[in-house]
């Protein structure tokens, strides 16, 4: 076996995770984690018949809400999984706030946890305007309006996102690109920092697990991660009977 997955191996082996009444907020992570899966896979299938252009973006969506097969599923799993992923980056964040797991040696993993959080908002703001509808028009308008009220750059900035005077080509453009190649490589790096520093300095106690003179502590492999598939299993299929159960994306037009 190759050298760097025998270490990897023996690392994952060895690394052991704190058994407490709070374990449960362990879990959080790795759901933020299923949901950056989520959301490339059924990313990647929408980019197959999705036209980034001003003309033909709404009817590109369109196509796939109700001419291609089960279209509308993915892309309401993508809807449905911007929210949720989003939703689930805050529990994460008050959670490892309240355990205090912010603390040093783990700054680093707290700052690379806001700037993947910032990164998940620019996500849903690139992403809300590619349909190219009339609320996504308008709610893009208003964004970049705002952003233009900043002083002594404001303008700059706007001009620049927009690409124009006005929303258009230029401002689609630009958002697609931001979406579709800027963002998840920037994604991928800040999460790839945020798992490496978690490896680094293990998961963080809570204070009165650290006085127990008796402490319970589990095998990250196979014990956890086992727990960690479960969790994922259960989130899955509570993800898809939420999107099945609300409709799909067809009704909405
Ligand atoms: C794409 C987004 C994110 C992913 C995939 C992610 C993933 C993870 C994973 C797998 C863990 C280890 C298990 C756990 O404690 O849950 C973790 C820990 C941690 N995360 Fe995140 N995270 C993300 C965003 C954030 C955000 C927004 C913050 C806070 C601003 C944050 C702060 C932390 C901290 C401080 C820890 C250490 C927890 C401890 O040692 O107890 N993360 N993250």
């Keep these: 076996?190759?050298?760097?997955?025998?270490?990897?191996?023996?690392?994952a082996?060895?690394?052991?995770?704190?058994?407490?009444k709070?374990?449960?907020?362990?879990?959080?992570?790795?759901?933020?984690?299923?949901?950056?899966?989520?959301?490339?896979?059924?990313?990647?299938?929408l980019m197959v018949h999705y036209v980034p252009s001003f003309d033909g973006a709404y009817q590109s969506v369109m196509a796939i809400n109700n001419k291609i097969p089960f279209g509308w599923l993915i892309r309401s799993m993508h809807s449905w999984g911007a929210n949720l992923f989003i939703a689930t980056l805050v529990?994460?964040?008050?959670?490892?706030?309240?355990?205090?797991?912010?603390?040093?040696?783990?700054?680093?993993?707290?700052?690379?946890?806001?700037g993947l959080i910032g990164l998940a908002m620019v996500f849903g703001f690139t992403g809300y305007l590619l349909p190219m509808d009339e609320m996504a028009f308008f709610a893009s308008k208003v964004g970049v309006d705002v952003a233009g009220e900043a002083p002594f750059i404001g303008e700059l900035v706007a001009n620049f996102v927009r690409g124009g005077e006005e929303i258009g080509?230029?401002?689609?453009?630009?958002?697609?690109?931001?979406?579709?190649?800027?963002?998840?490589?920037?994604?991928?790096?800040?999460?790839?920092?945020?798992?490496?520093?978690?490896?680094?300095?293990?998961?963080?106690?809570?204070?009165?697990?650290k006085k127990l003179?008796?402490?319970?502590?589990?095998?990250?492999?196979?014990?956890?991660?086992?727990?960690?598939?479960?969790?994922?299993?259960?989130?899955?299929?509570?993800?898809?009977?939420?999107?099945?159960?609300?409709?799909s994306c067809s009704y909405w037009y």
């Design 13 to 20: 082996t060895k690394k052991e995770v704190p058994v407490h």
């Design 91 to 114: 529990i994460h964040m008050f959670s490892t706030y309240f355990m205090k797991a912010y603390r040093s040696p783990r700054e680093l993993t707290w700052f690379s946890g806001l």
């Design 22 to 45: 709070q374990s449960i907020w362990y879990y959080m992570g790795g759901i933020c984690m299923l949901f950056v899966v989520l959301q490339l896979v059924t990313g990647l299938l």
């Design 213 to 247: 003179s008796i402490k319970k502590y589990e095998k990250f492999f196979p014990d956890f991660i086992m727990n960690d598939m479960f969790v994922w299993g259960g989130v899955t299929l509570l993800f898809l009977a939420i999107v099945c159960l609300s409709g």
């Design 169 to 209: 080509q230029g401002t689609i453009n630009r958002f697609f690109l931001i979406h579709v190649c800027a963002l998840p490589a920037a994604l991928m790096g800040a999460l790839g920092l945020h798992l490496l520093l978690i490896q680094i300095h293990g998961i963080s106690e809570p204070e009165y697990f």
């Design 1 to 11: 076996m190759a050298f760097p997955l025998t270490a990897a191996i023996k690392f």
